[in-house]
């Protein structure tokens, strides 16, 4: 099996498909007519395969398939792929559907322990840590800074006004000599505001109403202790009786709220930072690629490694996790409608300048192209019409422009595409299992309604509020199933096929993986001795592309 035919050249008058090796030629390098006519005729066939479609308004343009079978073979998975895609799945279904049993016929669910019966085999170090630690609200604080989603997190300045927490309440989390007043004009108080979780309508699953919050929590960079929550309001538009709940309430009311905190986050970080941010806007440029640009064109060449299975993967989230009777809609609160609005709502200020103001990375990649070449590359402009004019056209504040004019907006537009799908993705992707595993620090769903009255938190009623048997089961059957090491993956950086053979592309890639191998060791050496290591970055566990 093959995936991307990169090259063909002519013997006599008889066009030889040559696979991926060779060198790398933009339009104006094909001087034969019929050069230039097969360069056509590629992409006329390509067209007809591969086509756009509005999954749903508001939203970008996706790959015109029902689902994956719908695909052409060459951007399915292989049968490796295939085969431990669904034996894992499967794997981690029936572990956890034997204990679930095991519990139903068992005891009953009512402690916060009774999580640890779902947490036998699938396990990782950072999960038992999670599982240890999770209560504390150094631990909290620390994962908004060193989780999976890292962006939720601002310094504040000035408290929002619809955040009812006073000076006098939050006194006793701070050193003794100084106020809330001195702290937020210091810089050492932040706020994560979920208002984008504000009226998003809850599921209801198996006839019963699921619930959701849009939480403002505030915390304080404690010299000591570190970043702690000193606050949480659960609604964004309080009235009198709206707790604000603190870290001197009785325990089990400051738990439950931060788990609210939490159960917010899983929707954000899931749907927003993982699924839209990254998924779905590779998804354009993959289209885009196949459409308009022929497999022996230099960007072609260059971006095939960083789109591989992302249709697929992307399919088959479409048909079984978003779907109206997917995963999210059987066990996440915001299944059903709300996933939906929440994306629009999220993609109505996402914008291209947002991607690549998060670059961590730049791409040593260099062109060397001048500006005019790119201006006057048709087929470049016509694969960034597609992307701005067909995928990203009904995200409103985008703000892609639909030429390239220069070899900076190019180079720029590359690297955030190969940034997006490497080291954004696996900053979202591999952390979940370590942070959601252990339900109750990230909880998918939650039963009841925020609580109203501090002193009714029982333990009762946070059981009842948690996901129950089932729910749980299943957060952790696929989180771990997307969070683990892909046995087949491919590096960041590692080319399995030789897209390029020139010497200077060569080089190029040499020093490319110097560096990266350098990052590595940098990586390492910061998070030596660490009690929890930040790794997700490392090179080493980069995914070339989006394949999960
Ligand atoms: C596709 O039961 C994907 O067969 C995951 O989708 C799981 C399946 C299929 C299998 C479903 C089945 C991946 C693409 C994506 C993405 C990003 C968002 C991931 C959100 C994961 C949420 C976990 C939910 C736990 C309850």
């Avoid at 035919?5 to 008889?14: A, F, I, Q």
């Avoid at 150094?138 to 006073?166: A, W």
């Avoid at 992302?310 to 996790?321: A, F, M």
């Avoid at 009842?464 to 683990?484: K, V």
Wanted: proline residues 6%.
């Amino acid at each position: 099996s093959y995936t991307f035919p990169c090259y063909r050249w002519l013997v006599g008058d008889k066009v030889v498909i040559e696979l991926r090796e060779g060198t790398a030629k933009k339009i104006s390098d094909d001087t034969l007519p019929l050069e230039i006519s097969h360069r056509t005729a590629e992409l006329l066939e390509r067209q007809k395969i591969y086509r756009w479609l509005a999954w749903a308004p508001g939203i970008p343009k996706c790959i015109d398939a029902k689902s994956e079978a719908d695909l052409p073979q060459d951007v399915r998975f292989d049968n490796e792929k295939r085969s431990d895609f669904v034996g894992s799945l499967h794997y981690a279904l029936l572990e956890l559907s034997l204990k679930k049993l095991a519990i139903k016929f068992g005891k009953s669910w009512n402690d916060l322990d009774d999580f640890k019966r779902i947490f036998w085999k699938l396990r990782s170090p950072i999960a038992e840590y999670t599982m240890k630690h999770w209560k504390e609200d150094s631990f909290f604080g620390y994962q908004f800074l060193n989780g999976s989603n890292p962006r939720m997190i601002t310094r504040c300045k000035e408290l929002p006004s619809n955040f009812l927490v006073m000076g006098d309440m939050v006194q006793s989390s701070l050193i003794p000599t100084t106020t809330l007043k001195e702290e937020l004009m210091k810089g050492n108080i932040f706020l994560v505001d979920h208002a984008i979780m504000d009226g998003i309508p809850a599921n209801v699953i198996r006839d019963q109403a699921q619930h959701i919050a849009a939480p403002l929590c505030l915390l304080y960079e404690h010299p000591e202790k570190g970043l702690i929550p000193i606050s949480i309001q659960l609604e964004q538009k309080p009235d009198k009786d709206t707790p604000i709940f603190l870290p001197s309430d009785p325990p089990l009311a400051w738990l439950l709220a931060k788990m609210w905190v939490r159960h917010s986050e899983f929707q954000v970080f899931q749907l927003l930072s993982h699924l839209l941010r990254t998924h779905l806007v590779v998804e354009v440029i993959c289209v885009a690629t196949l459409r308009q640009l022929p497999a022996v064109h230099t960007i072609y060449k260059l971006l095939a490694p960083h789109l591989r299975y992302t249709l697929e993967i992307n399919c088959r989230g479409r048909t079984q996790l978003i779907s109206p009777d997917g995963i999210f809609k059987r066990v996440v609160s915001t299944g059903g409608d709300g996933l939906l609005i929440l994306a629009q709502r999220e993609y109505e200020v996402l914008t291209y300048r947002f991607l690549y103001s998060v670059l961590l990375i730049l791409m040593t990649v260099d062109v060397l192209w001048s500006d005019h070449e790119v201006e006057q590359d048709s087929e470049i402009q016509a694969w960034i019409n597609e992307v701005a004019v067909e995928g990203f056209v009904d995200v409103p504040h985008f703000g892609l422009a639909s030429e390239l004019k220069t070899k900076e907006e190019l180079i720029t537009l590359l690297s955030v595409v190969i940034f997006t799908s490497t080291a954004q993705h696996a900053a979202t992707n591999n952390g979940q299992f370590d942070w959601c595993a252990w339900v109750p620090n990230t909880p998918c769903t939650m039963r009841h309604p925020p609580p109203t009255d501090k002193d009714a938190v029982t333990m009762d009623l946070i059981m009842d509020t948690l996901p129950d048997i089932s729910q749980s089961c299943l957060q952790m059957a696929i989180t771990w199933h997307l969070g683990r090491a892909q046995p087949d993956a491919i590096p960041m950086g590692q080319y399995v096929e030789q897209y390029f053979t020139e010497p200077a592309a060569l080089k190029v890639i040499d020093k490319f993986r110097k560096e990266l191998k350098e990052l590595e060791e940098h990586i390492i050496a910061q998070n030596e001795g660490l009690e929890l290591q930040y790794l997700y970055l490392c090179p080493s566990r980069m995914e070339n592309s989006i394949t999960i």
